[in-house]
């Protein structure tokens, strides 16, 4: 019985062995499988100017026979083993330092480069950047680049190239405020872009940046957080074009005044997130036109002295799941607060943090209505009264900050 079975397994083991080595050969002899001649050179020269410390990426990228098909070197994806061309290219964090060979410009398919949190100090953004003519993303965050804003970054629509290609510039900048733009004429060329993040770029000079963000018709997702961006000039923006497009807005960290919220005022109805922390909005309330945007689920402007009460016209803001407004001058009755959110947001609210405000007063109402709610924050109000007993029904609470108040115990 035994000797039967063996035979079995070996006649397996063959036919296995057999098919296996069909494979190899068929491999072998398909010219069409791995990458183009050019891109491979392009990516070996590209390889010679950097220096990888750790985590190398670069490890797999080879001259060696076996290692040639440059579409599985790590971070290389290619858009079909056909065409082997290159269409991305992965090197986000892997301790690079070097220069940024100008044969990259031979990856014409290029559609995606992120170097993000590398080492590329020293070293220009290069300007042949601007010639990879179907380069839609563009990640160059936190890489060290030195970056000559003005010569540099224009140079990606001043070639004869259908810039309008990019939808995503990622380049918030390290160390923080390292570069400095003294305008941002260049944007509006660039008018496919979905996606921008200059965050830690200094754009304290750049009075127009809100003209020049509006002119992109189709962003969705504006990140300018930490640029010590100055009050817009409203009046010369009346008709918003991104004001339809935009889902996610970060302002924060800037010097802004009140006057952007008549920007935020306009027709943002489809605006799911938006920050605001850390400006001056000293001597203004909330705008009640907030209560417009009715796709917010996001609201965040922490620290930067709002005062009044909340709008009654949150009410209408039936998705919203996380508001944060603590440490500002708020004022008001905490069940008025409440009474505004349990209207349309009681089933969505799952974080509510209006800590240090000060002027919140009143007793603490029963909120076992907010059936959402993970986190909530009143800590540093001038809260009193006893804290209800039903807060112990609230099975989805996480956490509580009740401290700072003069509440008694349950
Ligand atoms: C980046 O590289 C420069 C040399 O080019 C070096 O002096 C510096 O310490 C490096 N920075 C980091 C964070 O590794
Ligand atoms: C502009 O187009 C011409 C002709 O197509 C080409 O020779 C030249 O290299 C292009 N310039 C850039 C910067 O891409
Ligand atoms: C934007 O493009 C137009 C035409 O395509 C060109 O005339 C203009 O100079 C460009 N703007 C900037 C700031 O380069
Ligand atoms: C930004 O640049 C201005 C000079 O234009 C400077 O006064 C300011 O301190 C810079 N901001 C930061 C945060 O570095
Ligand atoms: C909207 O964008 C177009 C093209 O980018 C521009 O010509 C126009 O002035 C913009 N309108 C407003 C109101 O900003
Ligand atoms: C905001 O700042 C601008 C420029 O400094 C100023 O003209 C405007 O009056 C300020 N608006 C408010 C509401 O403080
Ligand atoms: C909110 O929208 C309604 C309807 O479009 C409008 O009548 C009202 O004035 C808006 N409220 C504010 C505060 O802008
Ligand atoms: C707290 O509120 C009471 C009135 O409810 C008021 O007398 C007291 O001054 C307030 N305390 C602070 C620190 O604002």
């Known amino acids: 019985m035994t000797v039967v079975a063996n035979m079995v397994e070996a006649r397996c ?7 296996i080595v069909v494979a190899l050969l068929l491999h072998m002899n398909s010219p069409c499988i791995g990458c183009s001649e050019r891109d491979r050179q392009a990516l070996l020269a590209l390889k010679q100017g950097l ?6 990426r670069l490890l797999s990228w080879g001259r060696e026979a076996q290692n040639k098909n440059c579409c599985q070197w790590e971070g ?11 269409v991305k290219l992965d090197l986000e964090d892997q301790s690079l330092q070097g220069k ?25 953004i290069p300007d042949f950047i601007g010639s990879l003519s179907n380069l839609r993303h563009l990640d160059l965050s936190s890489a060290n680049f030195e970056v000559k804003f003005q010569t540099n970054l224009e140079t990606l629509h001043t070639c004869n190239i259908s810039i309008s290609a990019l939808k995503d510039i990622l380049l918030y900048a390290s160390p923080v405020n390292s570069i400095h733009a003294k305008n941002l004429n260049w944007l509006p060329n660039l008018s496919g872009l979905k996606h921008l993040d200059l965050s830690y770029t200094n754009l304290s000079d750049v009075v127009g940046w809100l003209e020049a963000v509006n002119m992109l018709p189709k962003l969705r997702k504006l990140i300018l957080d ?8 409203i009046f010369s923006v009346s008709i918003m074009n991104s004001s339809n497009s935009l889902v996610h807005v970060d302002l924060s960290r800037n010097n802004l005044n009140s ?26 309330s909330i705008p009640a036109a907030f209560g417009n945007m009715s796709s917010l689920e996001y609201l965040i402007i922490y620290g930067s002295e709002l005062e009044g009460g909340f709008p009654n016209s949150f009410a209408k803001l039936c998705r ?17 607060f409440v009474e505004i959110l349990s209207e349309c947001a009681q089933n ?26 993970k986190h909530l924050f009143l800590g540093g109000n001038n809260l009193s009264g006893r804290i209800p007993k039903s807060i112990g029904q609230m099975s989805k609470l996480e956490t509580i900050d009740f401290g700072r108040n003069s509440l008694e115990g349950f």
Do not use: M
């Open 226 to 233: 930490g640029c010590s961006l100055p009050p817009p000039i």
């Open 13 to 19: 083991c063959f036919k296995l062995l057999y098919a």
């Open 100 to 124: 940024i060979s100008p044969e990259l410009v031979k990856l014409q398919h290029l559609e995606y480069l992120s170097l993000r949190f590398n080492n590329l100090s020293r070293s220009q």
């Open 348 to 373: 969505t609210l799952e974080y509510l943090h209006i800590s240090d405000n000060k002027d919140i007063v009143g007793s603490l109402p029963d909120l076992t209505n907010f059936l959402s709610l």
């Open 76 to 86: 290389v994806y290619c858009s079909s083993s056909q065409t082997g061309h290159v």
């Open 320 to 336: 919203l799941r996380h508001l944060e407004l603590y440490r500002n001058s708020l004022s008001g009755q905490l069940t008025n």
């Open 51 to 56: 220096v990888g410390d750790d985590g190398d």
């Open 259 to 284: 006057s952007i919220f008549q920007w935020l005022s306009g027709t943002h109805t489809n605006l799911v997130y938006l920050d605001l922390s850390i400006n001056y909005f000293r001597g203004s």
